[in-house]
């Protein structure tokens, strides 16, 4: 029987870097200029087929909780990964990272399995203020995966969550989150009729307001 892997992946980081364009470019390949801000937390879903294996990835979007760090935890906890993304046109976004980085430590260090840092919208290269040097460096420190990605274009996303996938040990978040595709899976591509485990109810998509 062919069996899957459930994995939770959390996004963080300031308001505006682009987090849920990320999100969005990543499960649906699209992009909205303008993006309006979500209330409380955005929750995605995408199966995708990485060296044979089949995993289902339960995206977690801190939409709107930037302002509101004490509540974030909920989102991370149990994370398989977590992305922390900054905006290579915004030194205050990357000069925030630490931040975030620390937060971290002082609640789940133990449960984060793969580190990932995005510097993103980097279609606009007459605005940077984040060299990628830079970012790589401070990435490197933290031994964190690092892309600097484009949600308008697409460059670089779907090597991020791809190699965040390649670099999670095998069945490490969680033991159940192995699933019999034969009970639960619709399409590799699609939905899934899942009624537990990370993706939290099975849903692809939704908003849930706090
Ligand atoms: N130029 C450019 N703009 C982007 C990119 N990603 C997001 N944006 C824009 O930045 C704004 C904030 O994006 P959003 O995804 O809501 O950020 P979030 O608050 O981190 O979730 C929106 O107007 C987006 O259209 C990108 O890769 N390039
Ligand atoms: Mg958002």
């Given at each position: 029987?062919?069996?899957?892997?459930?994995?939770?992946?959390?996004?963080?980081?300031?308001?505006?870097?682009?987090?849920?364009?990320?999100?969005?470019?990543?499960?649906?390949n699209?992009?909205?200029?303008?993006?309006?801000?979500?209330?409380?937390?955005?929750?995605?879903?995408?199966?995708?087929?990485?060296?044979?294996?089949?995993?289902?990835?339960c995206?977690?979007?801190?939409?709107?909780?930037?302002?509101?760090?004490?509540?974030?935890?909920?989102?991370?906890?149990?994370?398989?990964?977590?992305?922390?993304?900054?905006?290579?046109?915004?030194k205050?976004?990357?000069?925030?990272?630490?931040?975030?980085?620390?937060?971290?430590?002082?609640?789940?260090?133990?449960?984060?399995?793969?580190?990932?840092?995005?510097?993103?919208?980097v279609?606009?290269k007459?605005k940077?203020?984040?060299?990628?040097k830079?970012?790589?460096?401070?990435?490197?420190e933290?031994?964190a995966?690092?892309?600097?990605?484009?949600?308008?274009?697409?460059?670089?996303?779907?090597?991020?969550?791809?190699?965040?996938?390649?670099?999670?040990?095998?069945?490490?978040?969680?033991?159940?989150?192995?699933?019999?595709?034969?009970?639960?899976?619709?399409?590799?591509?699609?939905?899934?009729?899942?009624?537990?485990?990370?993706?939290?109810g099975?849903n692809?998509?939704?908003?849930?307001?706090l």
């Amino acid at each position: 029987m062919s069996m899957f892997q459930e994995l939770k992946i959390c996004l963080l980081g300031d308001s505006g870097v682009g987090k849920s364009s990320i999100v969005q470019r990543f499960v649906h390949n699209t992009y909205t200029r303008n993006k309006e801000n979500t209330i409380g937390a955005s929750f995605m879903s995408k199966t995708i087929v990485h060296n044979k294996e089949t995993y289902k990835l339960c995206i977690w979007d801190t939409a709107g909780q930037e302002r509101y760090r004490a509540l974030t935890p909920m989102y991370y906890r149990n994370s398989a990964s977590i992305i922390i993304v900054y905006s290579i046109d915004s030194k205050q976004s990357f000069d925030s990272l630490k931040s975030w980085l620390k937060e971290l430590k002082l609640r789940d260090s133990d449960k984060l399995n793969v580190l990932a840092i995005a510097g993103n919208k980097v279609d606009i290269k007459e605005k940077r203020q984040v060299t990628y040097k830079d970012g790589k460096a401070f990435a490197d420190e933290y031994d964190a995966i690092f892309f600097e990605t484009s949600a308008k274009t697409g460059q670089c996303v779907n090597d991020l969550f791809f190699t965040i996938v390649s670099k999670i040990p095998k069945n490490s978040n969680n033991p159940n989150n192995l699933i019999s595709t034969q009970q639960t899976t619709t399409s590799l591509t699609g939905n899934s009729n899942k009624s537990s485990g990370c993706c939290n109810g099975g849903n692809n998509d939704r908003n849930i307001r706090l």
